[in-house]
């Protein structure tokens, strides 16, 4: 596709569910990126791919959240027992290389836990 | 303390005016800052990158300061269509994480 696709746009979870959000990159970027995004703040950074190595998941918020990039290409970031806390828009985003290359955005998931 | 911080403003500034937004940044092993402009419910999208000697792009230029560690963006002229949240974004090579500000949210008033 010409975009970062995201999937579901929209995913109601009742406490406790397990979610799981897809991100399609852009064709050909190693780099992959989950953020997380609370109403009215900026994104914070959840986990880091490059091709199917996750070089880093330092703000991954617990061991209920799992990324995952199995070839490379396509990513799944599963939630684990959603709680209240985890109600925010997913955004996954992707870039050609490293270093000074722009990240383009999808559209994001927002997950509302009830 | 954030990687990252800006003021969230709002500014609320009249159609024509000139506004400027700073922003700094806590990691001095940062190598790449950006501008993003995010719409309401939209994604954040890449307004301009920033670079050392400062750069401009039609009404809209960035400017960095690496000794004080900050990143403005002066808008001039302002148009109704400017009206968004205003990211600033840096990058450290070594992780390739880009680190987001809050945001400062801008609204232009006919």
């Known amino acids: 596709g010409a975009g970062v696709s995201q999937s579901p746009r929209y995913k109601v979870a009742k406490r406790g569910q397990d979610v799981a959000l897809r991100c399609d990159p852009i064709s050909g970027h190693v780099s992959l990126f989950w953020y997380q995004q609370a109403l009215g703040q900026g994104p914070e950074f959840l986990t880091y791919?490059?091709?199917?190595?996750?070089?880093?998941k330092s703000g991954l918020p617990s061991d209920r959240f799992f990324a995952e990039r199995p070839e490379g290409s396509v990513s799944t970031l599963k939630i684990q027992r959603t709680q209240q806390e985890d109600s925010a828009v997913y955004l996954c985003?992707?870039?050609?290389?490293?270093?000074?290359?722009?990240?383009?955005f999808g559209q994001g998931t927002r997950l509302t836990v009830v | 303390r954030k990687e990252v911080e800006q003021d969230p403003g709002p500014f609320n500034v009249p159609e024509g005016a000139t506004v400027a937004f700073n922003c700094t940044y806590s990691n001095s092993a940062s190598q790449s800052f950006f501008w993003y402009r995010q719409d309401c419910r939209k994604e954040p999208k890449l307004l301009m990158s920033?670079?050392?000697s400062g750069n401009e792009d039609g009404r809209f230029t960035a400017q960095l300061n690496r000794a004080s560690q900050y990143i403005s963006l002066l808008i001039r002229d302002s148009k109704l269509s400017d009206s968004a949240t205003y990211l600033c974004v840096v990058n450290m090579w070594t992780g390739n994480q880009f680190y987001f500000g809050t945001g400062t949210s801008l609204t232009v008033i006919p």
């Open positions: 920033v670079y050392s």
């Open positions: 791919f490059q091709n199917e190595a996750q070089l880093d």
């Open positions: 985003a992707s870039s050609l290389g490293t270093g000074n290359t722009e990240a383009f």
